[in-house]
């Protein structure tokens, strides 16, 4: 297992990686905001409801869980993860974390779960598609299929 980024990537810098995160908010920020302008497509209502909170901590932790149980399991994944580790988040310290937890995570939540789930449709083929294409905004590398595998299973 090689723990360093491959050939095709150089190692980002904290600023690569802070401006990075901000873009790709800011882009997929605004494609929501002109999908709903433009589309005929209503957010889906947010509000409080404290057993769907327990329930949302639960799944966090249950997919927290798996990726964890994958990390050991499967070579291809724990390469990927640490190719992405190596690149992009070795370098941030952490505050940065914490941004890149919520910045791009509140964007990506906007786009895919709030403007194009109800759009495509609430039903299985909105939510495959959706994940299909969450999945493909986390290729990172043609050698990171496990990622994004991943994060379209989770997606």
Do not use: C
Not at 24 to 46: C, Y
Not at 50 to 75: D, F, H
Not at 80 to 107: E, R
Request: charged share 10%; aromatic share 10%.
């Amino acid at each position: 297992m090689n723990d360093s980024p491959s050939p095709d990537f150089e190692p980002l810098t904290r600023p690569q990686i802070l401006v990075a995160m901000g873009v790709t908010a800011v882009v997929l920020m605004i494609v929501s905001k002109l999908w709903l302008r433009f589309g005929s497509v209503q957010l889906l209502p947010l509000y409080w409801n404290p057993e769907q909170a327990a329930l949302g901590v639960a799944l966090s932790l249950a997919i927290t869980l798996a990726s964890s149980l994958l990390y050991r399991l499967w070579g291809a994944y724990r390469e990927s993860a640490q190719f992405y580790l190596n690149l992009a988040i070795s370098p941030l310290a952490w505050l940065d974390l914490v941004w890149l937890g919520l910045l791009p995570g509140m964007s990506e939540e906007l786009l895919f779960r709030g403007v194009m789930l109800p759009a495509i449709g609430l039903n299985p083929l909105g939510l495959v598609l959706s994940s299909v294409l969450f999945g493909i905004l986390h290729i990172s590398g043609r050698n990171q299929w496990a990622y994004t595998t991943w994060a379209t299973i989770v997606g």
